[in-house]
């Protein structure tokens, strides 16, 4: 055995060589993987073998570059020099890849002189979701292995391609079972004797097609907003040139990507979301959930429980009313048939999800429920009722969850005898669609039941983000501060419908005033009634919502609220002018103008202020968990990473100055939070705090 570096190997086997890639947990492409291949096929020169197999150990081959080290000084060799290397051997390599082979682990592959793949590969080049472009190669040699517009497609989508697509393409050579290293052996003796066909890919010449190009930029353009997939167009285009003419400008845009902020960002972004499965109580074993309890068959209840069934679990559909659990159900089996028409389930798993759906108006079915959430109406004296019911009925080891958006987890744990089965599962709608779920950990609960918490968000394929609780927890908590700026804009002298542009110019899907309009205005209404005993003195307020909820204008559902809703795009409600016209009246308030650039960084700072202040109270374990909860829960755009990567962005010093400024109209709502105003006076970033 011939060790090259701590990540790769080689062995001859009698006239074969085989090199071993084993760098866990995915095989990643890091310094130590290109530095033992160099070196390998260096060995392979001189070794005598007369071809090699490259395979990798573990549960898949290389996932790709190591996303660690970006932004790091770069340690030689380059992964597009190591590429160029393996291509160059006298001695053909053949790449035999399982589990996922993807970005730079699947540009190795390319540049090895033949690709076997094992039963379940997936291929693909998930670059784009990074902010950048396959840049070792594979925007020149896939091209040469399928043409343009296969390549183009899965560079552009960032979706890995099953092998047997990607044989039909011509991106694998054979596809087969066994264990790597079997099929590795038998792949290079094979190939030594002449049995499966090697060529270098390089040699290869790109077929044109200029359809494909062109079409792809006409849909691109349609989708302005992100610079790494005009580059990948441009870059497969180059395909058609000498492979070194090709190569160099693959690098060229590729840099260009990487200089980006839009690549901090969106790796952020990714490292966050596996962040947040650091915590802990990680270390702890999750309860067994075969049968998930829901209470409650209105949108959440019916969003969750739709959420359980995709996921292949029993659900429990308990409503008081028969009336309303008939429409929960109906609702349920929309759900599905929509999920059977995107081709998330077939027509066979759809009836059996039918199947495991027991839906009831008696709370004793909850009885051998292994967990339940409770997604009933948003008062206090309601979940109270519930879990001083559950306490009695559920079975001992159950965990009682509730979906609570705002209220004390803690004040409804106590009403039972068992608060260390209680937690926050809080999840945002609609349930079967939303990725994020809040994990509000109370000051009692167990650590299994914690665990339990993610083991169910993973089950459900969602990102779950550990929560202490507050009012509003991570995300609702955030959102009461810069909605509330939103509204002072208005008072101020914004219209509604410049605020949405505003922050639909940020790459919001929505603005504020659309989105309250679209969950119902009543649903701000009943959280503000809520909120009037414990609103602090300093905080001003505006009454236009409530006057609109007066009026019975609720938005969406009533046709009328910040807009009209009518058969063609939706207008601005005229009453509105009124409405702000008196309140302002009433305040002494003289109207001023805001540019769309004003409302944009008031709008963010508020965010980031509260998203700072989250984390300074431990609410969220971490900067990048709040970030999380953005992308995931709140229509973030990824490309910004997260309010408190933007934080990083614009730097604690300029966040300070803006708020002070503020601060002068109106001290509550612009006050600076210690961390920030630390942060500012001695450095330090919020990455920093991630560790
Ligand atoms: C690239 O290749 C650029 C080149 O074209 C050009 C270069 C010049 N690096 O997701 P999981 C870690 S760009 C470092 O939970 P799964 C991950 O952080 C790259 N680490 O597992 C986690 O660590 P931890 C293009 C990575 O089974 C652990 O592995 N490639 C990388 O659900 C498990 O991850 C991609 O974008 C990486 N590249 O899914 C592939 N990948 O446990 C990105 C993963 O400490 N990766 N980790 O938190 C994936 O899509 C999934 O991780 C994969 C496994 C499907 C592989």
Redesign the pocket.
Known sequence: MERFSEAVTGEMVGEVALICIDNP??N???HEVRKGLTAAVSWLAGSGAKAAGLWCAG??FT??????EFGKTPQPP???EVCNTLEASAVPIVAVMHG?A????F?LALACHARIGLSGLRVG???V??G?????G?TQRGPRLAGIAPVLDMALSGKPMPAEEALKHGLIDELTRGEPREVALDAARRAAAGDLKTRRTGELETPADTDAINAAQVKLAKKPGLNAPPRIVEAVAASTRPITEGLAEERRL?MECYDDPQRAALVHA??AE??V??YPEAGAKPRAVKRVGVIGAGTMGQGIATSCLLAGLDVTLVEVKEEALGRGEAAIAKNLDGAMERGKMTAAARAEAEAALDATTDMEALADADLIIEAAFEKMEVKREIFTALDRIAKPGAVLATNTSYLDVNEIAAVTSRPEDVIGLHFFSPAHIMRLLEIVVADRTAPEVVATGFALAKRLGKIGVRAGVCDGFIGNRILGNYARAAEHLVLDGAAPSQVDRAVRGLGMAMGPFEMADLAGLDIGYFNRRRRDPIRPPEERYSKVADRLVEAGTLGRKTGKGYYVYGESKPVPNPDLDGIVADERALSGIAPREFSDHDIRDRYLTAMIAEAARVVEDGIAQRPSDVDAVFLNGYGFPRHLGGPLHQADVIGAAELVRRMEEWSAEDPWQWRVPAILRRMADEGGTFAQLNG
């Not at 950048?132 to 070792?136: D, M, N, Q, S």
């Open positions: 947990p995915v990643a492409a890091g549960r898949t996932a790709g570059a190591d996303v660690r380059s992964l597009p996922t993807l970005g730079g682990g540009e080049f998930p670059e979701n990074l950048i472009l396959p840049g070792a594979g590729f990714f490292l596996r962040a499965a650091k």
